[in-house]
């Protein structure tokens, strides 16, 4: 099925430096997930976004629908040892309520 | 947030047998539920959409009588893996959806790792 495109794939960085990833679309979501993924684990969701232009802070993270609607970002501020994990970003538009998933962010922390 | 349990959690099995996973949402209705199945390193793959009272809506590719969908109830749908072989082992993960006035969101379960031998 129809994946978005979130980049980077992946990202190695070190303990308390800021973090962006963006997830875009060929396509227009009327909501934005935010969903973060440890190994073994099923995804939990951290930010939802339910209208153009909304910017939406979860602790160190904020995220933002973008004003085309066509696009989403997330960053993290300061990161640290347990932001490790599998970022994924996924779009609902109304009248399908089957997500449509992001190829996902993989975040890992240098010692 | 809301919560989704699912058990269990990892299950052994050997080839031929069936096995039932059960995914709850434990606090709130969801008249609508989700099957995915992940490989390593993937993306989650939406395997079918589980309706509260009516039949299964099944991916393209996903065999409805190898992957039985029961939704008895609003809080409980449950995943029958008949006759399992070696090759359906893999992760499998339920959600339910949540829908308000202008929210509509999916709320994950832990996922469940079958081992068939």
């Known amino acids: 099925g129809q994946q978005l495109n979130q980049s980077p794939q992946s990202m190695f960085i070190q303990e308390g430096e800021d973090v962006s990833m963006n997830c875009t679309s060929s396509?227009?979501?009327?909501?934005w997930l935010w969903y973060k993924q440890d190994p073994g684990e099923g995804p939990v969701l951290l930010i939802a976004?339910?209208?153009?232009?909304e910017l939406t802070s979860n602790g160190r993270l904020t995220a933002q629908f973008g004003i085309t609607r066509k696009d989403s970002f997330l960053n993290i501020s300061a990161s640290i040892p347990s932001d490790v994990g599998i970022y994924f970003c996924a779009g609902l538009y109304f009248g399908n309520e089957k997500l449509t998933f992001g190829t996902g962010t993989r975040l890992t922390i240098i010692p | 947030g809301a919560v989704v349990s699912q058990h269990p959690s990892r299950v052994i099995c050997k080839s031929g047998t069936s096995v039932k996973i059960e995914c709850r949402s434990l606090d709130f209705q969801a008249t609508t539920m989700f099957w995915y199945r992940q490989f390593p390193k993937q993306s989650l793959m939406l395997m079918a959409t589980s309706n509260e009272g009516s039949k299964a809506t099944y991916e393209q590719g996903v065999e409805k009588d190898k992957f039985l969908i029961n939704h008895a109830s609003l809080t409980l749908s449950t995943l029958t893996v008949t006759s399992a072989h070696p090759e359906d082992s893999s992760f499998y993960i339920c959600?339910?959806?949540?829908?308000?006035?202008?929210?509509?969101?999916?709320?994950f379960g832990p996922g469940t790792r079958l081992t068939v031998l």
């Open positions: 396509s227009i979501f009327n909501t």
């Open positions: 976004l339910y209208k153009a232009g």
């Open positions: 959600s339910a959806r949540a829908s308000g006035l202008g929210t509509d969101t999916q709320y």
